[in-house]
């Protein structure tokens, strides 16, 4: 049986800082450098994931994270089919802060599908796991916690966005 084969554009979305350029490369090209490179604009990374009967590809979007662009951002969003919010588990305000980069995105692309991923899950907390999973029900969305740096939980967090934006998950 042939695979129905589709194309969807993801985002990553949040704070500078938070690792969203080590989440794509460590997920499209298995690497990681801990290096920080500020990201100017944005940078397309493709990833063909299966799923099921459906092959599909992500183009990944990995936004620039400073709050002072948000027309620039708008841009950036329009026909996005989904979004990683990506906030660091070290930095509670990161994570608030997840909440409007969730809103600016549903403004533009109002049935986009988003997850919310803690990055630098090798650290330590830097808040109550309590709050995480108040605020993941606040948000109505689940809450991946990956490690760009071990790999730990980042091909999972990209598989339930493409099942969510495939209609399941």
């Known amino acids: 049986m042939e695979h129905k084969r ?3 554009k993801v ?3 949040g704070d500078g800082g938070v690792g969203k350029t080590s989440l794509v490369r ?3 090209d298995d690497v990681f450098n801990d290096k920080y490179i500020v990201s100017f604009g944005t940078k397309v990374s493709k990833k063909v994931l299966n799923i099921g009967d459906v092959e599909l590809t992500l183009m990944i979007w990995d936004v620039l994270g400073q709050r002072s662009e948000d027309s620039l951002h708008a841009a950036y ?3 996005s089919n989904g979004a990683m919010l990506v906030g660091d588990l070290t930095r509670q305000d990161t994570m608030e802060h997840l909440q409007k980069w969730r809103d600016d995105l549903l403004a533009v692309e109002r049935d986009a599908k988003t997850v919310i991923v803690g990055n630098k899950a090798d650290l330590e907390m830097g808040f109550a796991p309590t709050w995480l999973a108040s605020f993941s029900k606040q948000l109505d969305s689940d809450v ?18 493409g099942k969510r934006l495939m209609g399941g998950g």
């Open 6 to 8: 589709y194309i969807r």
């Open 11 to 13: 985002c990553l979305l």
């Open 26 to 28: 460590r997920y499209v």
């Open 77 to 79: 969003y329009r026909g």
């Open 144 to 161: 991946y916690r990956t490690s760009a740096k071990t790999g730990d939980g980042v091909e999972r967090a990209f598989e339930q966005l």
